[in-house]
């Protein structure tokens, strides 16, 4: 009773400010308030600097359009565009009608698509001729949260009809002359079961296609130039999540989709007239086996191009292009200018021989469009601002040159030089994009490396010392000197962009904190026991190196369990029974296969077999044994689907769980068995594999840390000591585990909408996202009650900062991995390792507080909660 009291008046103490404090007192908090400002700038900069370099929009407003050749071969283009179909089904089981248009009467060949493979970069590179705005991942992939030029707006109008995920990408924001419509985003439903009304997305396409042409808007536009329709046929995306896209049903639809085609395209054509029409054929990205897409597979990044009609070459020649040179092929079908923004090149081998003088011209478009982009870029870069570079000097040869064949009317050899100067400035445009990317990385990295040295010296008990006068100031001038020349230089250089001088000037400042705290500081570590200095830090090293290396190859994290049990060994700590099982236990998870989309439902009902016997040996109460049998078992029957649990049952469960955790004592070891049922049920609805055995596992391993960790510190003062780098590295490690030892990274990065089949399967990417994010959870709120537990009652808390410290240190070549290239599952993951890392303190800190109230919180004791409370007043 006396060392409880003892502990609430130092609690007390601690927390209430003392009436009167001394001036060194003072100085020494506004200190610490400055620290932690100057901690969380450094933060958000380096954030908001790693996207930013990674993920700035390529996209340049203002740019001059270049008008487009006269007398095009066609009037208007129809655009099909089969989500989801990917190139290998269709070859195997190609439907009849296009089939014969790709042996008699178009083009044809594979459209290569680039990562992320998913619905909205696709649909933005065949209409923009730009593989995706990297910006638009932070602002929403669904609508247009970016103003990019596309054929739709270069049209004299354009009709879409489709999914509302699509077509307000390009009616949202756009000019009055692109008019869409939508079937109710309820229809797009990823049951199995209702594989069979997946037919209506597709056939309300074409039946307002054909709605349109009994109106007056299509008498009006009977013999305009310049006009796209857009069909969007979601179909086979829908049944390829379903029922996998080598299923019956799946080409089924395909097949469906080929005959309404084949009438649309006789029904056009007695609308408006013969040969006038232009039909192009693709699909915004391809499948997997599995049903899943958004990586760089084969089958994910390989679909259909079939062009036929006027102006196009009618031999059943096959011409592989890049997705994004769809764009400047329909531009230049109907004569329109290309997006300003394209990075495509015309493949001028679909068209007609006829056509071969129009199709020079159109190709000295493109490299004009080009070349409007280079320049564009290179002022953005401030690299020779006032002149031009010698890359632009050569693209301009080139396309003099390819004029002066034009002129000559020798039309093969303008083709020739428009096509080599189109390669040359994709090249020069690459270059320009990336030109200040390095720059950007070196001033982030100095800017960073200040930072961990103001924040080693601050946690080691760093002493001012200012003896050294004379050096200190000449420090501070010649610090001061650097800034003031950087900004002159850039004022003086006329370049309007200030990036890479923003970026540059809290380097400089950086350094020059790091350098004066450098000179006027001693650190000192406080310990006792050499031999348990060597361990700790020693051990602390090795665990950081296999962390930064576990972010990449997840069996790194079994090696780091097992030396976390050696090291307890070296340090002759108890280790008990159950401590040494579960470790080797937890160990073996990282080397399993990444959880499938596919779900494994007998490996999930072994994780359930599991925890029914861990309730009956553990739970002591009946009441509460009987509860939590019950749960399990209707948590069973809803995952075999006996059960259809969307519409109440799974929500139920979900929302329950607190309540059925506050049933639970508030003792430690009875709270985290109740953490642990309380959230079993919710996880094991949204998992695939064995998520519910690493959970069950994984508390029966922090239960038998808590039994042999001391829950106070010795250390009562600010100073670090080196049990708090290895108990901080030991946090890490397991907030890691939760992370990736089921692979639930993956999860998010390329997102499949089975695995929240239980709860909803109507698209909801919010929604949906949200319930992967709170099963990537689950695992991290046990380490918070944990780490909860163990938290020292001492209000300085140093395992924080050296949360902190760590983290940085790990965050520092995280960054240099961050690239906006690759498949959603690269991208994802590459952002995600560098915020997990980076935000891994604020992330410990969030972890305790949301586990407060999952502790301390119990129904038992609000009664004598409120007496409590009324007595002190």
Known sequence: MFMKSKRLLDTANCELSTPGKSKREWIEMSHSYLFALWGLIMHLILLWGVLDVNFHSPIIRGLPIVPAPNSPPAKRLLLFVADGLRFQTFMEKPPPYLRDIMKNKGVWGISHTRVPTESRPGHVAIAAGLYEDPSAIFKGWQENPVDFDSVFNQSHATWAWGSPDIITIFTKGSKQNVHGRSYPSTWQDFDANLSNQTTRLDSWVFDAYLEWLQSSAAEAVRNQNGIILFFHLLGCDTLGHAKKPHSREYVENMNYVDQRIKKVVNVTENFFGENTTAYVFTSDHGMTDWGSHGSGLPSETETPLIVWGAGVRSSGFRQDVEQASISPLIASLIGIPIPINNEGALPWQYFDRNYYEYVAHSLLSNVKQLAHQIAGNRVISCQNSDQYDWREIQLNDKIRKAGQHLSKRNVMAGIQEGNTAINFSKEALAYFRQYQRIRFLIYL???????????????????????????????????????????????????????????????????????????????????????????????????????????????????????????????????????????????????????EPDPRVYIVIIGVCIAIPVVI?????????????????????????????????????????????????????????????????????????????????????????????????????????????????????????????????????????????????????????????????????????????????????????????????????????????????????????????????????????????????????????????????
């Not at 080693?456 to 003896?467: D, M, Q, V």
């Open 445 to 595: 990295s100095i800017m960073w490396l200040g930072w961990i040295v103001i924040l080693f010296l601050k946690i080691t008990g760093a002493k001012h010392e200012y003896s050294r006068i004379f050096l200190l100031r000449l420090i501070n001038i010649g610090f001061a000197s650097l800034l003031i020349i950087m900004l002159i230089g850039h004022m003086m250089s006329n370049c309007s962009n200030w990036r890479l001088p923003f970026y540059a000037f809290f380097a400089i400042i950086s350094a020059w904190f790091a350098v004066t705290t450098w000179i006027t500081s001693t650190s000192v570590f406080v310990e006792s026991s050499t031999m348990k200095l060597v361990i700790d830090i020693g051990g602390t090293l090795l665990l950081l190196v296999i962390l930064f290396v576990g972010l990449t190859y997840r069996f790194a994290l079994s090696i780091g369990i097992l030396l976390l049990l050696l090291i307890r060994l070296a340090k002759s700590q108890d280790i008990s029974t159950s401590m040494t099982w579960t470790s080797l236990a937890l160990a073996v998870f990282p080397l399993l296969p990444v959880v």
């Open 617 to 873: 040996v553990y739970e002591k109460s009946q009441s509460r044994k009987i509860m939590e049998i019950l749960r399990l078992i209707i948590t069973s029957l809803v995952y075999i689907e006996i059960i259809d649990g969307r519409y109440w049952i799974s929500w139920i469960i979900l929302l329950t769980t607190p309540l059925c955790i506050w049933l639970y004592p508030i003792e430690t070891q009875k709270r985290m068995l109740g953490v642990m049922l309380g959230f079993f049920c919710p996880l094991t609805l949204l998992s695939t594999s064995y998520e519910p055995i690493f959970f069950v596992t994984l508390t029966i391993n922090l239960l038998s840390w808590l039994e042999v960790t001391p829950t106070t510190s010795k250390n009562s003062g600010e100073q670090m000591t080196s049990g708090d780098l290895i108990r901080a590295t030991f946090f890490m490690l397991y907030v890691l585990l939760c992370f990736f030892g089921t692979g639930n990274m993956a999860s998010i990065s390329s997102f499949d909408p089975s695995w929240t089949r239980h709860y909803v399967t109507i698209f909801s990417p919010f929604l949906m996202t949200s319930l992967i994010l709170l099963k990537l959870s689950i695992p991290l709120i046990l380490v918070g009650c944990v780490s909860y537990s163990l938290e020292s009652e001492n209000c300085k808390k140093p395992i924080s900062l050296a949360v902190l410290l760590l983290g940085d240190c790990l965050s520092l070549p995280l960054m240099y991995w961050v690239t906006p290239y690759g498949s959603w599952l690269d991208i994802g993951s590459a952002i995600s390792k560098f915020i997990i890392v980076i935000s891994l303190p604020c992330l410990f800190i969030l972890l305790k507080c949301l586990s407060r109230p999952l502790m301390k919180l119990s129904f038992a004791r609000l009664p004598v909660a409120l007496t409590q409370k009324k007595h002190i007043v």
